[in-house]
């Protein structure tokens, strides 16, 4: 293996790497730090993204919208136990809110209109009184829809969820 040494180029013999200083060090630092340079490199250098969240087809503009982004399908839709999920309460006259410095992964949006402030999607018999969404407008039969049927991967410098808004009552 060769490495860069004052001198010029150098060799390391598989136990020791020279140093710049012309000492050398053992063979299990010279792997730590090395993978500890590899690593400030890669998390300096992680691509982010931002992404915009547009809620349309609100029945008023009373309550708040709480938007959950989750990319923990375990999660889904709820966030309750998700440490990673990020939340925004938004009140419902304002129809869109961003995420910025978001890694590049796969996520999904769940959303409801809380038109009565309570924190919570009320419902009757387990049917929704409020409004409710998810990204890419995914179907709702039985239940709300798995990770999968919401998914979207941020890949670009920004990216953009249109939502529409649904209501049973």
Same mark, same amino acid.
């Given at each position: 293996m060769a490495i860069i040494s004052e001198p010029g180029i150098g060799s390391a013999t598989p136990a020791n790497a020279v140093l710049k200083t012309g000492r050398t060090m053992p063979r299990r630092l010279y792997g730590a730090a090395g993978l500890g340079a590899v690593w400030m490199m890669l998390t300096a /250098? *992680?691509? $982010? /993204? %931002?992404? &915009?969240?547009? $809620? &349309?087809?609100? %029945?008023? *503009?009373k309550g708040t919208i709480r938007i959950c982004l989750t990319a923990d399908p375990d999660n889904f839709p709820a966030c309750v136990d998700d440490a990673n999920a990020m939340t925004r309460s938004i009140p419902a006259s304002v129809h869109a809110t961003s995420f910025p410095g978001l890694p590049q992964r796969a996520y999904a949006l769940a959303i409801i209109h809380d038109e009565n402030n309570n924190a919570k999607l009320d419902t009757i018999a387990g049917i929704p009184r409020e409004g409710y969404g998810f990204s890419r407008n995914a179907a709702v039969r039985f239940g709300p829809p798995r990770f999968s049927a919401a998914e979207f991967t941020l890949a670009g410098d920004a990216d953009m969820q249109q939502v529409k808004m649904r209501y049973i009552f």
């Amino acid at each position: 293996m060769a490495i860069i040494s004052e001198p010029g180029i150098g060799s390391a013999t598989p136990a020791n790497a020279v140093l710049k200083t012309g000492r050398t060090m053992p063979r299990r630092l010279y792997g730590a730090a090395g993978l500890g340079a590899v690593w400030m490199m890669l998390t300096a /250098t *992680a691509p $982010v /993204t %931002r992404l &915009d969240v547009e $809620v &349309d087809n609100l %029945r008023s *503009a009373k309550g708040t919208i709480r938007i959950c982004l989750t990319a923990d399908p375990d999660n889904f839709p709820a966030c309750v136990d998700d440490a990673n999920a990020m939340t925004r309460s938004i009140p419902a006259s304002v129809h869109a809110t961003s995420f910025p410095g978001l890694p590049q992964r796969a996520y999904a949006l769940a959303i409801i209109h809380d038109e009565n402030n309570n924190a919570k999607l009320d419902t009757i018999a387990g049917i929704p009184r409020e409004g409710y969404g998810f990204s890419r407008n995914a179907a709702v039969r039985f239940g709300p829809p798995r990770f999968s049927a919401a998914e979207f991967t941020l890949a670009g410098d920004a990216d953009m969820q249109q939502v529409k808004m649904r209501y049973i009552f």
